[in-house]
């Protein structure tokens, strides 16, 4: 009999391959659903990705006592909700990315139309998702609630929408030149930090966040508990988006699966842009090490989390 103990990567994937089995199950649609639509809708949400999120419910769940299983409705949401943020994202109107997850934009692949429609069928299947999946109702009350905050006007679509307008462009912060680039040896302002971050805390931030905070509801975690889940993601979310900028200053396409130097291009601002890279690289460790600090009264049920921070900064060694 096979003692050892599951390592995180171990533990990581097969939550991903519950997760991709349970998305592959929820958009089998036995009829009614077109067949175009449905192949835009599988094409997107099945692709490969990290599932970040996804795994985020599942731990929180598990660090608060609950199950994989009667977490996996509330992963699925947030993935579906994720995806469909990243569908309208890419879109001509929006930012004009033609590679996701290692393959052709949505709408590369079935046309404005389509996408635009595929991504409005995932966000509504998430809250059906939510809705039937999740016991008992009013935790599922809870818990779509919670998940419509996150999407809506104040956060993720408000950040997309401040990020579109020049929300987080050089024009928008003291100090910074209207390509989004500061110059050389400039002092990066700490208005333009702040509002950076603000950006990146609605639209990054705030979907990681729920993550958790469904994790600990489905679990049924008190207020304190849910709310250190969700201070971990606050700085975990942080880093994140962090990471991610400097990816997308020295990454490697065919790892990060999406074009790179999109930013630079778009004239927006990031954290490499304001600081550099290795002082990006240093906030960044310093919000793990913050998010890991506040999982620590959690005990060890909290080390998947934990291990999960860590492997967030890893992603650009």
Same mark, same amino acid.
């Given at each position: 009999?096979? +003692?050892?103990?599951?390592?995180?990567?171990?533990?990581?994937? /097969?939550? &991903?391959?519950?997760?991709?089995?349970?998305?592959?199950?929820?958009?089998?649609?036995?009829?009614?659903?077109? $067949?175009?639509?449905?192949?835009?809708?599988?094409?997107?949400?099945?692709?490969?990705?990290? &599932?970040?999120?996804?795994?985020?419910?599942?731990?929180?769940? /598990?660090?608060?006592?609950?199950?994989? $299983?009667?977490?996996?409705?509330?992963?699925?949401?947030?993935?579906?909700?994720? +995806?469909?943020?990243?569908?309208?994202?890419?879109?001509?109107?929006?930012?004009?990315?033609?590679?996701? &997850?290692? $393959?052709? +934009?949505?709408?590369?692949?079935?046309?404005?139309?389509?996408?635009?429609?595929?991504?409005?069928?995932?966000?509504?299947?998430?809250? /059906?998702?939510?809705?039937?999946?999740? &016991?008992?109702?009013?935790?599922?009350?809870?818990?779509? $609630?919670?998940?419509?905050?996150?999407?809506?006007?104040r956060f993720l679509v408000g950040g997309q929408a401040d990020d579109i307008r020049g929300g987080n462009c050089g024009a928008a912060f003291p100090g910074g030149s209207q390509s989004g680039v500061v110059a050389e040896g400039a002092q990066a302002p700490q208005a333009g930090l702040e509002a950076l971050e603000s950006v990146h805390s609605r639209k990054t931030g705030a979907m990681i966040r729920v993550s958790l905070r469904l994790g600990g509801l489905i679990a049924g975690a008190g207020t304190g508990r849910i709310s250190a889940l969700e201070r971990y993601g606050q700085h975990l979310g942080l880093a994140f988006q962090i990471t991610d900028d400097v990816l997308d200053v020295r990454g490697e396409e065919s790892t990060v699966g999406k074009r790179l130097g999109k930013d630079s291009r778009l004239g927006k601002l990031t954290f490499p842009g304001l600081v550099g890279v290795e002082a990006s690289l240093g906030r960044a460790e310093q919000a793990v090490g913050e998010a890991r600090d506040v999982l620590r009264p959690l005990g060890i049920r909290a080390g998947g989390l934990d291990a999960l921070a860590c492997y967030v900064l890893e992603r650009n060694r």
């Open positions: 009999m096979d +003692t050892r103990v599951p390592s995180f990567a171990d533990r990581f994937a /097969e939550i &991903r391959a519950c997760v991709d089995a349970a998305l592959d199950r929820y958009t089998a649609f036995p009829s009614g659903c077109p $067949q175009a639509l449905a192949e835009a809708i599988r094409y997107s949400l099945l692709a490969p990705g990290k &599932r970040l999120r996804p795994v985020l419910v599942v731990m929180a769940a /598990e660090a608060c006592g609950g199950s994989a $299983q009667a977490a996996m409705p509330g992963a699925c949401a947030v993935e579906m909700v994720h +995806t469909y943020s990243l569908i309208h994202d890419d879109l001509p109107a929006m930012d004009n990315d033609d590679l996701r &997850r290692g $393959q052709p +934009t949505c709408h590369k692949r079935f046309g404005d139309a389509m996408a635009i429609l595929a991504g409005d069928a995932l966000l509504a299947l998430a809250f /059906e998702v939510l809705a039937t999946g999740i &016991r008992p109702p009013s935790v599922a009350a809870a818990c779509c $609630q919670a998940l419509a905050e996150a999407a809506g006007p």
